[in-house]
C-alpha cells in the first residue's frame, strides 16, 4: 500500500446486496473464536518447528529435544499446546511415547503459508 493511499472511501455508500451476501455467509462467532484460536497455535515458532520435524517422522520428546536443541520439558510444553489443538497425536510405545501429525490438514496449512510468505 502507498504511503498516501486513502483506506477510506471518499463518501459513505453501503452496498446493501453486498452486505446482506456477507451477513447470510458470516461463520458463527464461536467458529470464528475458535479458528482465530487455532491460528495463534501457528503462531509460535518453537511449535512450528515441532511440526516441521513431524513432517518428517513419527518422533518422541528426546528426539525432538535433541534436534530441535531445546529442553525434554520445553518440548513437552508444546506439545501438549499442540495435542489440545488436535494438530498432533501421540501413542505409547513401552515406555515411549512418540507423537506425529494429527492429520493430512496440518501440513497443508503450512504448506499454504509457506506458499503465502513466499509470493
Excluded: W
Excluded at 28 to 49: M, P, Q
Excluded at 91 to 96: H, I, L, M, V, Y
Amino acid at each position: 500500500m502507498e504511503k498516501n493511499e486513502a483506506i477510506c472511501c471518499d463518501n459513505v455508500e453501503v452496498h446493501e446486496e453486498l452486505v446482506k451476501i456477507v451477513s447470510e455467509t458470516m461463520p458463527e462467532e464461536t467458529e470464528l473464536y475458535d479458528l482465530a484460536e487455532l491460528f495463534k497455535v501457528f503462531g509460535d515458532s518453537t511449535r512450528i518447528r515441532i511440526l516441521f520435524v513431524l513432517f518428517e517422522a513419527e518422533v518422541c520428546v528426546c528426539d525432538l529435544a535433541a534436534a530441535l536443541h531445546m529442553t525434554q520439558s520445553a518440548i513437552s510444553h508444546q506439545l501438549r499446546i499442540l495435542k489440545q489443538n488436535k494438530l498432533v497425536k501421540s501413542r505409547r510405545e513401552g515406555k515411549s511415547v512418540f507423537y506425529s501429525l494429527a492429520d493430512a490438514h496440518v501440513r497443508t496449512i503450512i504448506a499454504q503459508g509457506r506458499e503465502h510468505i513466499e509470493e
